[in-house]
């Protein structure tokens, strides 16, 4: 099967993009599932309901999220009612929401995890226990995904060895920087550090330059404004034999 995973999509104009591109997308490299990082989708910061259900009839099959998932209250409901959307398992338990579900395929299933990191990031318990406690609740599927969801690229390639073999894809989100080590690890994992971001060319990370350079010469709390003009989508497609569960082919891809 193969496998599309979007990285962070920035506001209204990134899920416009998505929906714009994804169906001939889906075709061009047969795609049989695609998740995809929504936690930018609302105005920079968290997503709505609509945005959500707009994703997911363009064909997104699960959104994941991150550390801004909660930052739209509207969305808390939705996060305990849609079977379609992901927020980091790692948090805590009290909060709205899940952070696995299981895709069912017919004559197999396939498990698909969010996680987050713990450096620069708050209220993420250890992801690499939780982890271990997830591959058991998804231990009768073949084919395993992860959205791990981490600021540091040690942190990010440390998850991917240490599920080596366990899981068909380790991909990374939240830096919204493309990286270029898309492998498939020693005994069978796909991995990319992070998957980069579906959103505006010129902006930092999404948002107006303009807004960001601002906070940081001045340190005052700040608006960030979602950056408007010509789009890029990032992401990965991974091939996996769904017999194996194994990798058998990544490509990283950024569509303009
Ligand atoms: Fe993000
Ligand atoms: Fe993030």
């Given at each position: ?11 209204a104009?990134?899920?416009a993009f998505v929906?714009?591109?994804l ?20 105005n ?8 959500a ?51 069912d ?10 996680l ?6 708050e ?6 226990w939780?982890?271990d406690?997830?591959l058991?609740?998804?231990a ?28 068909s894809a380790v ?5 919204h920087?493309?990286?270029?080590d ?6 069978g994992t796909?991995y ?7 959103g ?8 107006t ?14 608006k960030?404004?979602v950056?408007?003009?010509p ?14 569960g ?11």
């Amino acid at each position: 099967m193969n496998v599309l995973a979007i990285g962070d999509i920035v506001g209204a104009r990134g899920c416009a993009f998505v929906a714009k591109h994804l169906p001939h997308l889906k075709r061009l490299k047969g795609i049989d599932y695609c998740v995809a990082n929504a936690e930018n989708a609302f105005n920079g910061l968290g997503i709505s309901p609509e945005l959500a259900d707009g994703l997911l009839s363009a064909g997104v099959d699960m959104i994941t999220t991150g550390n801004h998932v909660f930052r739209n209250k509207g969305v808390y409901e939705y996060l305990d009612s849609c079977r379609y959307i992901l927020r980091p398992a790692n948090y805590y338990d009290n909060n709205p929401g899940r952070g696995v579900a299981v895709a069912d395929f017919g004559p197999w299933r396939a498990g698909i995890i969010n996680l987050s990191g713990q450096a620069f990031l708050e209220h993420a318990g250890n992801p690499f226990w939780c982890v271990d406690r997830l591959l058991e609740e998804v231990a009768g599927c073949r084919v395993i995904l992860l959205d791990f969801h981490a600021e540091a690229t040690a942190e990010k390639r440390a998850m991917g060895y240490y599920l080596d073999g366990r899981v068909s894809a380790v991909f990374g989100t939240h830096t919204h920087v493309q990286t270029a080590d898309e492998q498939i690890l020693p005994a069978g994992t796909g991995y990319i550090t992070d998957l980069g971001m579906t959103g505006c060319i010129d902006s930092v990370l999404g948002v107006t330059p303009e807004s960001s350079v601002a906070w940081l010469k001045s340190g005052l709390p700040a608006k960030f404004a979602v950056a408007e003009g010509p789009q890029m989508l990032c992401g990965c497609v991974f091939e996996i034999d769904s017999a194996t569960g194994r990798c058998t082919g990544v490509e990283r891809i950024c569509v303009t």
